[in-house]
Each structure stands twice: as C-alpha cells, then as structure tokens.
C-alpha cells in the first residue's frame, strides 16, 4: 500500500474532532451509464463525495465542510469541490471513453488539523495520478494509467 494516505484510524480519529452533521441523509442515487460503449460516461453536475482513497475508507459521518468532493461541469471542462480543509477550482480532459485527467488549478490556502490536511495532501496527490474514470450508477472510480482504483466518489 501507499504511504500517501492516513491510515483508517487516522481517518476515524480526524472524523472524531470534526463537527457532526444533524442531517444524517444521503444524496440521491444517479443512474448513469457504464461506458461499455464508445460514448463517454456522464460525469454530471451533481456533487461526488469521497468514500475511499488508496484503499482507506472515508469516515461516512465526516463534516460536510472538510468531506472531499468533485464538481464537474462538462460544457466548461471544470472540475470544482473540497479537497478536505480546501476548496479548489480546476479543469480536466476527457480523451476516448475513458480517459481522464484532473488539475487541481486554484486552491483556497487554509490550514487545518494535522489528519484533514494529510488527507487533502493525499487527494490533491491523487488528481496528478488520474488517466481514467469508470461509473457504475452512483459510483465514480478515478484509475491511474494502469487501471488500478485510486479513489472512489459515490453520490
């Protein structure tokens, strides 16, 4: 495994000292396609949350404010959301069914706590691996060139 990112427990102990969220509801499920054909899967406008980075699960009750996220708007080529303590604004490309590549371009420069920023350390290091997507309904993979998952969004 990687040493880029925490580990679980790190994860859990960061979880710990971020504020809760009273709301406790899921965003709803898209049905997407799967790409098996030639047409590009629709990465939509709807926000993708974390759920795993390099084989460590995202805590599910994580505030809202440091939980990492992807926004993309196609029609733009931009790529927007929370890296964990910060916020970013950066394009990708799309090339063939499934190729993908991320930039992280501007970022807010907040600090945070020990755990949140070596998290976002390990998603903004993420985005400069990333050569190819797969979606299967509510579920987002981010692949490196050899196709092995580097993280996985849901909605």
Request: charged residues 20%.
């Amino acid at each position: 495994m990687r040493p880029i990112v925490p580990t679980l427990a790190l994860l859990i102990a960061m979880s710990a000292c971020a504020p809760r969220s009273d709301q406790g509801a899921s965003s709803p499920s898209a049905s997407l396609a799967t790409g098996a054909g030639a047409q590009q899967p629709d990465l939509g406008s709807a926000p993708w949350k974390l759920v795993e980075i390099a084989g460590a699960t995202i805590p599910g009750d994580m505030h809202p404010a440091q939980h990492p996220t992807l926004v993309f708007d196609a029609a733009a080529g931009r790529v927007s959301g929370v890296a964990g303590v910060n916020r970013f604004n950066g394009g990708f490309t799309r090339t063939g069914p499934h190729g993908l590549t991320l930039r992280a371009g501007a970022m807010t420069r907040m600090a945070g706590i020990p755990e949140a920023m070596v998290l976002e350390d390990a998603v903004v290091k993420m985005f400069d691996a990333v050569r190819r997507y797969r979606i299967e309904r509510d579920r987002l993979e981010l692949l490196d060139e050899s196709g092995t998952t580097l993280a996985t969004f849901r909605r």
